[in-house]
T-cell receptor
Framework: AQSVAQPEDQVNVAEGNPLTVKCTYSVSGNPYLFWYVQYPNRGLQFLLKYITGDNLVKGSYGFEAEFNKSQTSFHLKKPSALVSDSALYFCAVRDTHGSSNTGKLIFGQGTTLQVKP | NAGVMQNPRHLVRRRGQEARLRCSPMKGHSHVYWYRQLPEEGLKFMVYLQKENIIDESGMPKERFSAEFPKEGPSILRIQQVVRGDSAAYFC??????????????FGQGTRLTVV
């Protein structure tokens, strides 16, 4: 069964410090991986995706993520956190295996990032 | 190019009433997905539609929920005889036509349904 796990409900970092939000996945076939951010009472905004190629993917707002096939992980990172980065972050996978897949996204439970001044 | 538009943003219904949620995809997008976000939970897939067709409704509750995406007009998620457990945020996402699974989905602002 396809699944995504975000093991941390909340991550707290101080402004200016590096941050990591963890994500692991389980799919059959090649995973297409996505990170989205949700600000309070807002919709989801796309941050970045991994499809193929370089394992380090760069996205919006200075975020990047590293795809690790052997560890089935896709952790979100940023070298220097900002208070404005405080939000809810979702990792998602779209399984591309088989002709019956419909492109739906399987989401993790979400991780709340709190950046303190 | 306007993004995915959902309305209403907030909807309050009494138990037993019907809730009707609308979603207009991005221009040029013909694939629509509906997701539900319960309090303190992640998003769960409900249904995937293309124009005039339901492609995958494996995430839809068996009763009271229905969805459509007519040839003209927005996609509609309909919940009949709402109960308190239906209170949630409902998000619509759209993606371009074709089988490009690499394309990211674009989400609307969501409709927050409260059943009283």
């Amino acid at each position: 069964a396809q699944s995504v796990a975000q093991p941390e409900d909340q991550v707290n970092v101080a402004e200016g410090n590096p941050l990591t939000v963890k994500c692991t996945y389980s799919v059959s076939g090649n995973p297409y991986l996505f990170w989205y951010v949700q600000y309070p009472n807002r919709g989801l905004q796309f941050l970045l995706k991994y499809i193929t190629g370089d394992n380090l993917v760069k996205g919006s707002y200075g975020f990047e993520a590293e795809f690790n096939k052997s560890q089935t992980s896709f952790h979100l990172k940023k070298p220097s956190a900002l208070v404005s980065d405080s939000a809810l972050y979702f990792c998602a996978v779209r399984d591309t295996h088989g002709s019956s897949n419909t492109g739906k996204l399987i989401f993790g439970q979400g991780t709340t990032l709190q950046v303190k001044p | 190019n306007a993004g995915v538009m959902q309305n209403p943003r907030h909807l309050v219904r009494r138990r037993g009433q019907e809730a009707r949620l609308r979603c207009s995809p991005m221009k040029g997008h013909s694939h629509v997905y509906w997701y539900r976000q319960l309090p303190e939970e992640g998003l769960k897939f409900m249904v995937y539609l293309q124009k005039e067709n339901i492609i995958d409704e494996s995430g839809m509750p068996k009763e009271r929920f229905s969805a459509e995406f007519p040839k003209e007009g927005p996609s509609i998620l309909r919940i009949q005889q709402v109960v308190r457990g239906d209170s949630a945020a409902y998000f619509c996402a759209s993606s371009p036509p074709g089988r490009d699974r690499a394309s990211e989905a674009f989400f609307g602002q969501g409709t927050r349904l409260t059943v009283v």
